[in-house]
């Protein structure tokens, strides 16, 4: 289903996520962390909301996506914004995120919402034209990578 953001006319923009492959190519052509099969099969289904562009000439070939991951209630994460490096600068990450926000006006719970992301470089202007603001000093961004998960703890000690 396409949405009504502005795009090239060699675009269309739909609700939903790209397939297992487009995602890990989206993902690996614009320079984001590399997800493997299982990986990406969790992402492509495990969001809260999501949409992608493709080429009117090709609508099922994702070339831009963005997800949001939350809870409907309160938090909102904007992950995998990632554009191919041939199709970038025309617009179409900005009309991926302004989709994702309109979808949080209108589907999230009533009351505010709190979105979040991280964002590279990049991404750091197109997020601020739309709106958000570096969170320092008053909250501080944490992370971490917990390595070679989905393994029990036993097969971890067979494994060492
Ligand atoms: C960041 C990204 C999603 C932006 O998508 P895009 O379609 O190229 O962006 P748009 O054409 O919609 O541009 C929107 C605004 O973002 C900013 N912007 C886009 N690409 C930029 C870049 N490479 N460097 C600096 N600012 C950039 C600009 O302010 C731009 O507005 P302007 O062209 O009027 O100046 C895309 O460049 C990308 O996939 N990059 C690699 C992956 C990545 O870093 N993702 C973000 C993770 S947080």
Known sequence: MSTSVSLPACYALFEGYPTVEDYMHLRR????????????????????????????TSPTKAVAMGRIIGDGGWYFVIADMAVLPEHQRRGLGDAILK????????????????????????GRRLYEKNGFKEAMPREMGMDIVLKDVGTSASERDLAR
């Open 29 to 56: 052509a614009s320079g984001l962390t590399p997800m493997n099969a299982h990986q990406a099969a969790a992402a492509v289904s495990g969001a809260w909301h999501g949409c992608y562009v493709a080429e009117t």
């Open 99 to 122: 989709t994702l926000m309109e979808r949080i006006r209108t589907h999230a719970a009533k009351g505010d919402a709190y979105v979040t992301l991280f964002a590279d470089i990049a």
